[in-house]
């Protein structure tokens, strides 16, 4: 007989979980549906109550169910999700030459929330800080430089939970200029930052993305309202000019569970008269 390692049986408690969660991928478990009590679970599983409570925290570390103190179990109700795209860069640049009245009624809020800024409660925070090691080497300028940094949040104003998040870094002598654009009073400002950099001569010719995840804190979990299993994404937004010279870093939280990311890369195409591969028509 060939060696072989013990089959290993998952632990009952996985395997519940398991079945259950095939249930709500069926669909036959619909949202807001309650989940069996853990009496139920015990009767139908033949398990202990230890396992069945280790199945249900295992279907809350997946996202699936909801539940807490006094609650009884349900299949979890998906937010909605906000659909946040490349494409609107290029929209941004566009809306930074129009007129004031039209940049004012189309922000972030109506572009990347499809809720108006009525709806939120906004606030910004402006303040100037050295250049870290880490910026200093993105900007290309000495360590302890002058930096504006911006920081944005919205919230519901019934829940109070957050919206949207975050903060923007720019080497101070780029926008000084325009003593308008280093007071928060202003915010929102209508175009946003491309109209800002505009009114001192600068126009922003690419836009790189950076995207990275983990799970959040438990200070994070709470502002966001996130549940168990649910990370947080983290984009980095790095602006330059033509010249290729990095105006500004802008770093944003976005829960997994309600937003999607996507990416638009117009390709060029190729010469009309370009040569074709061996063996192909």
């Known amino acids: 007989m060939e060696p072989r390692p013990t089959a290993v049986r998952a632990p009952i408690q996985l395997r519940i979980a398991d079945d259950i969660r095939i249930q709500i991928e069926r669909g036959e478990l ?61 929209l941004e640049k566009d809306l930074a030459l129009k007129p004031e009245e039209e940049r004012a009624r189309l922000g972030e809020a109506e572009t990347n929330m499809n809720m108006s800024i009525d709806h939120q409660r906004f606030s910004s925070h402006y303040s100037q800080v050295p250049a870290t090691e880490e910026f200093a080497t993105i900007f290309g300028v000495e360590p302890g430089e002058t930096l504006l940094r911006r920081e944005w949040e919205a919230t519901d104003p019934k829940t109070h939970v957050r919206l949207s998040w975050s903060v923007s870094h720019m080497p101070l002598a780029l926008v000084s200029g325009n003593p308008a654009v280093l007071d928060e009073r202003n915010e929102p400002w209508p175009g946003g930052t491309l109209h800002q950099l505009l009114t001192v001569g600068i126009e922003i010719m690419t836009v790189v993305d950076e995207v990275t995840a983990r799970m959040p804190t438990t200070v994070e979990a709470q502002v966001w309202d996130l549940p168990d299993g649910v990370p947080l994404i983290f984009c980095r937004r790095i602006s330059s000019d033509a010249a290729g010279r990095v105006i500004e870093v802008s770093d944003a939280d976005y829960p997994a569970d309600r937003t999607q990311l996507k990416f638009v890369t117009p390709l060029k195409p190729w010469p009309e008269h370009h040569p074709t591969p061996m063996g192909h028509n």
Request: net charge positive.
């Open 30 to 90: 619909a949202p807001g549906s309650s989940l069996p009590t853990l009496a139920e679970i015990c009767e139908q599983w033949s398990c202990s109550m230890n396992s069945a409570r280790g199945a249900i925290n295992i279907l809350k570390a997946q996202g699936l169910i909801t539940a807490g103190r006094g609650k009884a179990p349900t299949v979890r109700i998906q937010p909605r999700r906000v659909i946040r795209s490349s494409e609107r860069h290029q």
